[in-house]
């Protein structure tokens, strides 16, 4: 549905709606896009979360590079308190 | 005192107390705990972060909530990241690359559970991962059972220490095998960290004059009732008894042998 709010907004480029699993669930983004653009589309800061992509985790370097793909599995972890 | 470092791998940590962030009230106590335990080395757990489910107004996009990341001071203490709660060596592996690129450092303690009830390990997934792992050039400190012979495995797998429980997570039933801890004492080339199952100070102490290098706990500090003023008492636990391990006891006897001179008694 974020997808279909995404045209309403009027962006310039063409876009191909996205269907990933994003930390176990199935999740709509407007694409192409890559990890970074993801990221800041969560409101989520690169500098404290690791990303798993398709099972491969992801250089914090890489992130603006990889493109995310229709049916891709992403993780987006953080650290939380623990023993 | 000041040169008996614990050394694990390549650091050197002033400390022997190793403590969690898990279960406490509040950040800021927390923040008080850590600082008054003295400890160096603070063990965190790799999650996925909270991100509002599709549907809901806004989404999918995570809240801004506060990170564990902002109480603590990371130029202070090092991150230890755990695999707790995982129950595969594969799961464990996954968590371990995450951990690493979340916190920019190759150590992990590597737990892979067998059973939810116990949380005892996995010793057979333990060993698989342990190995995997350090063949990608992690500092591997796997969280085990008081069992000898898989510690002395884990040691040959590359394990950088090892980390045998006093008793079950969170149970705070202080060291229930001394003796198989008394015996890995004896086998472990690397560090030996007694990691769980301490209910209060004596207990922190016990392990260290048993000859461990160290004790790692959280919950028996994060749940007491006063977890500032407990931090402190397993601060100075652990001190004294790597003093005591480091004196050297004398042996237990059945009978008295007095302190005080038997001549010159009067009247005799």
């Not at chain 1, 404290?48 to 987006?76: C, S």
């Not at chain 2, 801004?64 to 090092?78: M, P, V």
């Amino acid at each position: 549905m974020c997808a279909k709010m995404g045209i309403g907004l009027g962006t310039p480029h063409p876009y191909i709606p996205l269907t990933i699993q994003l930390n176990g669930d199935r999740v709509e983004m407007p694409g192409p896009l890559t990890v970074s653009e993801l990221l800041a589309r969560l409101a989520i800061d690169a500098r404290r979360v690791a990303v798993e992509h398709n099972l491969v985790v992801l250089k914090r370097a890489t992130l603006d590079e990889i493109i995310v793909h229709e049916g891709d599995q992403i993780e987006i972890v953080n650290f939380v308190g623990g023993g | 005192m000041n040169s008996d470092t614990l050394i694990i791998a390549d650091k050197s940590f002033s400390s022997r107390l190793i403590v969690g962030t898990g279960k406490y009230a509040s950040p800021a106590v927390m923040v008080r705990a850590h600082e008054a335990s003295g400890a160096e080395m603070i063990t965190v757990a790799v999650r996925r972060v909270n991100i509002t489910p599709p549907g809901a107004p806004g989404a999918p996009r995570a809240p801004k909530e506060a990170s564990l990341l902002d109480y603590i001071d990371t130029s202070k203490y090092f991150l230890l990241p755990n695999t707790a709660g995982c129950d595969t060596a594969d799961e464990a592996i996954r968590t371990a690359r995450l951990g690493r690129e979340a916190g920019l450092s190759h150590w992990v303690k590597l737990e892979v559970i067998g059973d939810e009830r116990t949380l005892f390990p996995d010793t057979e997934q333990l060993l698989e991962a342990t190995r995997v792992l350090v063949r990608e050039g992690f500092v591997v400190l796997p969280y085990t059972n008081d069992d000898p012979i898989v510690c002395r495995k884990l040691e040959d797998a590359g394990a950088a220490a090892i980390m045998p429980l006093g008793a079950p997570i969170g149970s705070g039933l202080g060291i229930q095998n001394v003796n198989n801890l008394r015996i890995i004492r004896e086998f472990a080339r690397v560090p030996l960290i007694v990691d769980a199952g301490v209910g209060t100070a004596s207990d922190a102490a016990l392990a260290m004059e048993l000859g461990a290098d160290g004790v790692l706990m959280n919950t028996a500090i994060a749940g007491a009732q006063d977890p500032v003023a407990m931090a402190e008492s397993m601060k100075l636990a652990v001190r004294a008894g790597r003093l005591a391990y480091l004196a050297g006891r004398i042996p237990r006897k059945l009978y008295a042998n007095a302190s005080s001179p038997i001549e010159g008694l009067v009247g005799r």
